[in-house]
């Protein structure tokens, strides 16, 4: 099972934004180090006291001149918001200088604010982003193309360089609701998964019809599936359960507030608005959160519970947000990075 890790290269009170890089890239060096096998970067926009993810393809190109093995990729590049052109030879140039070790996530965020900055309607983001796929597919075959859309229009281009990987870096893109566990699958797309918005019988039955819809178009293997969730290793219970309880629970009400106020926009989908995401976040104790939404605990308990979404989700791949919340300290999610690689992954190997 592959074991990555989800960097915001956070901002907080106290930490400046040079800090903010220093940490992000000694925690890149320790992933390196000790044989985590990648690190996927956010992109986020106009949020200064959360995180300075907000050129992320510099920062994977900084990632991939500093490392020999570390796989790296985007969680997600969000592309309505760039010129699919740009796009395509950025992250082509980034699979060269890592030589084939990037992989390409996307989505179109739910952070409708910085659509709004942009001046981007975010009604116009899931047909922004399809033409946006198309074009930069057509741009990796190599060859002179045209495109005319509704949002973009090519005359005649070519770019270079054409990406490392033939045919092009891995695609992986965020499911989040039925429809488009679906759409995905059939698709033939790995996708990224998560426990915020659904519960895992909830998700189970997700993935179980992305895999359907998988096998039915025809495509080689089961589909590839990739969960993302908060993860923090302690050397004791109690210390895993106590020390990122500030910060997780910030996390938990950031994310109410995100399902909040994206109900008040245009272009969602009728399912993200109709299943009361924000209120089940907010009810949630504790408890609830250690038993439905996250892995905490120690190196022991966290293999158990890996185990168990393996086989509950039939996961591919582990994307362990390491400082949810981004309060808990340096060195104590080094320390949690290296209960992990040490203890945890060669279980899963």
């Known amino acids: 099972m592959f074991f990555g890790a989800f960097m915001e290269f956070g901002n907080r009170?106290?930490?400046?934004?040079?800090?903010?890089?220093?940490?992000?890239?000694?925690?890149?060096?320790?992933?390196?180090?000790q044989g985590l096998d990648g690190v996927w970067l956010a992109e986020l926009h106009f949020n200064p006291t959360r995180s300075v993810m907000s050129s992320p393809i510099v920062i994977a190109s900084s990632i991939a001149t500093r490392t020999k093995r570390l796989k790296v990729g985007m969680a997600v590049y969000v592309l309505p918001l760039s010129n699919p052109l740009r796009i395509a030879e950025e992250v082509a140039t980034v699979d060269h200088i890592s030589e084939g070790r990037f992989e390409f996530g996307i989505g179109r965020s739910g952070?409708?604010?910085?659509?709004?900055?942009?001046?981007?309607?975010?009604e116009e983001s899931q047909e922004r982003f399809a033409e946006s796929l198309k074009i930069i597919l057509l741009a990796w075959e190599g060859q002179e193309f045209s495109y005319s859309?509704?949002?973009?229009?090519?005359?005649?281009?070519?770019?270079?360089?054409?990406?490392?990987?033939?045919?092009?870096?891995?695609?992986?893109?965020?499911?989040?609701?039925?429809?488009?566990?679906?759409?995905?699958?059939?698709?033939?797309?790995?996708?990224?998964?998560?426990?915020?918005?659904?519960?895992?019988?909830?998700?189970?039955?997700?993935?179980?019809?992305?895999?359907?819809?998988?096998?039915?178009?025809?495509?080689?293997g089961r589909g590839d599936v990739s969960l993302r969730i908060p993860v923090y290793a302690g050397e004791t219970q109690e210390q895993a359960i106590d020390e990122p309880f500030e910060s997780i629970s910030g996390y938990f009400g950031r994310m109410g507030s995100l399902y909040r106020e994206r109900a008040g926009k245009s272009g969602i989908e009728a399912t993200e608005l109709a299943d009361g995401r924000a209120e089940r976040l907010a009810a949630l104790s504790y408890d609830d959160m250690?038993?439905?939404?996250?892995?905490?605990?120690?190196?022991?308990?966290?293999?158990?519970?890996?185990?168990?979404?393996?086989?509950?989700?039939?996961?591919?791949?582990?994307?362990?947000?390491?400082?949810?919340?981004?309060?808990?300290?340096?060195?104590?999610v080094l320390r949690s990075l290296k209960i992990v690689t040490e203890k945890v992954m060669p279980a899963f190997k």
Do not use: C
């Not at 990224?192 to 096998?215: A, C, H, T």
């Open 13 to 33: 009170v106290g930490v400046t934004e040079s800090q903010a890089f220093q940490e992000g890239f000694r925690m890149v060096d320790a992933a390196e180090e």
């Open 290 to 332: 250690l038993k439905t939404k996250i892995a905490f605990g120690t190196a022991d308990s966290l293999v158990d519970r890996f185990t168990q979404l393996r086989e509950e989700l039939g996961l591919d791949g582990v994307v362990a947000e390491l400082n949810p919340g981004g309060l808990i300290p340096e060195e104590r």
């Open 111 to 122: 952070f409708a604010r910085s659509y709004d900055v942009f001046s981007i309607p975010y």
């Open 149 to 220: 859309g509704k949002y973009y229009n090519v005359d005649k281009a070519v770019i270079s360089p054409a990406p490392y990987q033939q045919p092009h870096p891995p695609l992986r893109i965020a499911a989040n609701s039925p429809d488009t566990f679906i759409r995905l699958g059939e698709a033939g797309h790995p996708i990224f998964v998560g426990l915020r918005g659904m519960d895992i019988p909830e998700l189970r039955e997700n993935v179980d019809q992305y895999r359907k819809s998988w096998e039915k178009a025809g495509h080689p």
